[in-house]
């Protein structure tokens, strides 16, 4: 059984990580606006991840017995004008994600909450992975500016992207 200050903050990271789905399921829908197909699909693919680190928390709380509490998911902004712009936001996004996760660590070890640490080293290690790859395109599309054959090059690499559940 966990405790309440734990049960709040993973209820509260729920909330983030169904926003995080929005977030790049608004910006899979641009990128198919912008005839990026590709990037479309990888942010779909982000958006897939996302419910599932959402639905990781909330087995979660049921399996210790602690109570699920669903909040009212922000609206996302729903315009970018550039790749490289939704590349930024999410990286950007991604650091408030990792930060998060930090103080939901930090909690659960102030309160000597093994359990919840042990799940939580899965986001942790995630969201390692979540900044490289961020890292990686913001990099490569800041280096291709405005170079429209490398901007289809990036975008057939984007579509190969495949779910994985994890």
Known sequence: MIGKKIEKALNEQINRELYSAYLYLGMSAQSHALGLRGAGNWFYVQYQ??????????????????????????????????????????????????????????????????????MLQWFVTEQVEEEANDTEFVTTLKMAGSSAGTLLMLDKQLGKRVFKAG
């Not at 399996?63 to 669903?70: F, H, I, S, T």
């Not at 998911?73 to 650091?95: V, Y």
């Open 49 to 118: 991840e996302e419910t599932g680190h959402a639905l990781k928390l909330y087995k979660y709380l049921l399996e210790q017995g602690a109570g699920v509490e669903l909040a009212s998911i922000d609206k996302p902004k729903a315009t970018f004008t550039t790749l490289l712009a939704m590349f930024e936001a999410t990286l950007k996004h991604e650091r408030f994600i990792t930060q998060s996760i930090n103080d939901l660590m930090g909690l659960a070890v102030s309160e000597k909450d093994y359990a919840t640490q042990i």
